[in-house]
């Protein structure tokens, strides 16, 4: 059976992570996944193989976490961080960087915002990968 291979990105106010081989991985260790990120109220996007979490943890944070809970997966930390200038001018997150949002709150844009931030919300998205 192989080990599932966790890619953390930490974000300013959330953490994601890139499942990179699910496709490879049993139902029973996908439904474990789903657990993990359930319990944390957090977001599996199964089309982008992809869970975010609105939790500010660092990525050593994350191992020690894993490993509290025996979860068996390989992990590796992208160091991908970029700031986008652009200012989100509208909800909850008013005044926020795109770049500094939840990626639980992207995803959720995504599917309910159609406005003239559509782009820079599209082009935040695929920089992240989510």
Same mark, same amino acid.
């Given at each position: 059976?192989?080990?599932?291979?966790?890619?953390f990105?930490?974000?300013?106010? @959330?953490? !994601?992570?890139?499942?990179?081989?699910l496709?490879? %991985?049993?139902?029973?260790?996908i439904?474990?996944?789903?657990h993990?990120?359930d319990?944390?109220?957090g977001?599996f +996007?199964?089309?982008?193989?992809?869970? @975010?979490?609105?939790?500010?943890l660092?990525?050593?944070?994350?191992?020690? %976490?894993l490993d509290? =809970?025996?979860?068996n997966?390989?992990?590796?930390?992208? =160091? &991908?961080?970029?700031?986008? $200038?652009?200012?989100? @001018?509208? $909800?909850?997150?008013? $005044?926020m960087?795109?770049? /500094?949002?939840? +990626?639980?709150?992207?995803?959720w844009?995504?599917?309910?915002? @159609? $406005?003239?931030?559509?782009?820079?919300? !599209? +082009? /935040?998205? &695929?920089?992240?990968?989510?």
């Open positions: 059976m192989p080990t599932p291979h966790f890619i990105t930490k974000n300013k106010n @959330s953490f !994601c992570v890139h499942v990179k081989n496709e490879e %991985l049993s139902v029973e260790q439904q474990e996944i789903e993990f990120v319990v944390r109220n977001y +996007d199964f089309n982008t193989y992809t869970f @975010s979490i609105n939790k500010n660092q990525y050593q944070e994350f191992i020690k %976490l509290t =809970l025996h979860v997966a390989l992990t590796e930390e992208s =160091l &991908a961080v970029q700031k986008n $200038g652009e200012k989100i @001018s509208f $909800g909850q997150y008013k $005044g960087l795109y770049s /500094e949002l939840p +990626d639980s709150y992207l995803l844009l995504k599917n309910n915002y @159609s $406005g003239r931030d559509r782009e820079v919300l !599209c +082009d /935040e998205i &695929a920089r992240r990968k989510i």
